[in-house]
């Protein structure tokens, strides 16, 4: 058999493959949008739709169609981005690291009163906390409005970074598919 190359990272993958095994992104054949698989992930919303209030858990599903998001809760809302008013993705990453701190510990301040203060102790690690962010900028209209997604956790950047790759090979799919 001979191996498929995918049209975003370039990497050979098995003949019947329908996602690319090195990146993620639906293996497209010669740029047919029907072949496009559909991507379902939960992930946490902040803001950019209108219909939706507040921050929360929502279900997004990529497919040629467009973009799909839904609030996870029974009887919820979805709002649709179509792919034609789709025009890019990024990714941020706003993660923060938090220094640690100073720690004495209790002898010093038995041992040595007051003077303990100029004994600097022990430093604990820094932690870092984890945000990424995912930015889809889209045409409502006349106007352009930017939808976003985040994750909190440490494989966060990886996935965000997956959903964005789809995104704009879907971006791209719709711009072949306006020219031929």
């Known amino acids: 058999m001979t191996p498929i190359y995918c049209q975003e990272c370039g990497r050979a993958n098995g003949a019947s493959a329908k996602r690319c095994i090195w990146c993620g992104v639906p293996i497209v054949d010669r740029g047919a949008p029907e072949d496009f698989a559909a991507t379902r992930i939960e992930i946490d919303y902040l803001d950019g739709i209108q219909r939706l209030d507040n921050p929360a858990t929502v279900r997004m599903v990529i497919s040629r169609d467009g973009i799909e998001v839904s609030e996870t809760i029974p009887g919820s809302r979805k709002f649709n981005i179509s792919a034609s008013s789709i025009v890019d993705a990024n990714v941020v990453d706003s993660s923060t690291v938090i220094e640690g701190k100073r720690v004495r510990s209790a002898w010093w301040w038995l041992a040595l009163g007051p003077f303990a203060?100029?004994?600097?102790?022990?430093?604990?690690?820094?932690?870092?906390?984890?945000?990424?962010?995912?930015?889809?900028?889209?045409?409502?209209?006349?106007?352009?409005?930017?939808?976003?997604?985040?994750?909190?956790?440490?494989?966060?950047?990886?996935?965000?970074?997956?959903?964005?790759?789809?995104?704009?090979?879907?971006?791209?799919?719709?711009?072949?598919?306006?020219?031929?």
């Open 117 to 180: 203060f100029v004994v600097p102790g022990k430093k604990t690690p820094d932690t870092k906390q984890h945000d990424y962010l995912l930015a889809i900028r889209y045409k409502d209209g006349s106007e352009m409005r930017t939808v976003v997604f985040h994750r909190e956790d440490r494989a966060g950047l990886p996935v965000v970074e997956g959903l964005a790759r789809i995104v704009r090979t879907l971006v791209r799919l719709q711009a072949e598919r306006l020219k031929g």
